[in-house]
């Protein structure tokens, strides 16, 4: 099983609709949490961080459950801008590192 | 501006050449990650440095070596033992505990 496992997607939504992605994790002992984007030949960039109690940045809110190892990332009013790989990462310190592990991300088309 | 600084954008690798992969940056971080990302594959950790004169192996190790002689630096070397290298190569640095890491732009590294 991979530690962190995303639907590659592509999610393909008209402007306007509200999208989910959900992500999981097998290791327990992650204590962070982050989603970032990807455009297309680009690096990652990041969208925001996870909180336990969740938290939201304007059209995006992130979720965090514990008890069923998954994270969530919404997204309200798709804007054609929102196009890119949305990646999913999970963190733990080990030896004083933050050792983090990608999810292989998920494809969002916002179409017109 | 702060910000993490990656060069060459484009290296092409002759056949049992070993290349090095610039990295640099001005945030102050004491963490330096380099990893590997291939198509359709999740971003792969090569190696990891929290400290200066330190530095561990990574998921995927073998063929690459790195250095951390100042802070601001962590450069990557693609030995000729390297024998699919051909990838998009991202550095990255972050502060300890659990914040997230940050990215360079990235070097695509092709085999001649």
């Known amino acids: 099983r991979k530690e962190v496992e995303q639907d590659p997607g592509p999610f393909n939504v008209p402007e306007g609709a509200t999208v989910a992605f959900n992500c999981t994790y097998s290791?327990?002992?992650?204590?962070?949490f982050f989603w970032y984007r990807q455009d297309c030949r680009k690096e990652p960039k990041l969208l925001m961080s996870?909180?336990?109690s969740g938290n939201e940045d304007g059209r995006f809110t992130a979720q965090l459950n514990r008890a069923s190892q998954y994270i969530s990332l919404l997204i309200r009013d798709s804007k054609l801008s929102d196009s890119a790989t949305y990646l999913c990462v999970s963190g733990f310190h080990s030896g004083g590192y933050q050792k983090v592990t990608f999810g292989i991300g998920t494809k969002l088309q916002v179409i017109p | 501006d702060g910000g993490i600084t990656q060069s060459p954008k484009y290296l092409f690798r002759k056949e049992g050449q070993n290349v090095t992969l610039s990295c640099e940056q001005n945030?102050?971080?004491?963490?330096m990650y380099w990893y590997r990302q291939d198509p359709g594959q999740g971003l792969r950790l090569i190696y990891y440095s929290q400290i200066v004169n330190d530095f561990q192996k990574g998921d995927i190790a073998e063929g690459y070596s790195v250095s951390r002689e100042k802070k601001e630096s962590f450069p990557l070397t693609v030995t000729s033992a390297q024998k699919n290298p051909t990838a998009f190569y991202l550095c990255?640095?972050?502060?300890?505990?659990?914040?997230?890491?940050?990215f360079g732009d990235g070097t695509r590294l092709s085999i001649l």
């Open positions: 290791n327990s002992a992650s204590q962070s």
């Open positions: 996870v909180y336990s």
């Open positions: 945030l102050n971080h004491d963490a």
């Open positions: 990255a640095s972050g502060r300890a505990s659990n914040q997230p890491q940050h």
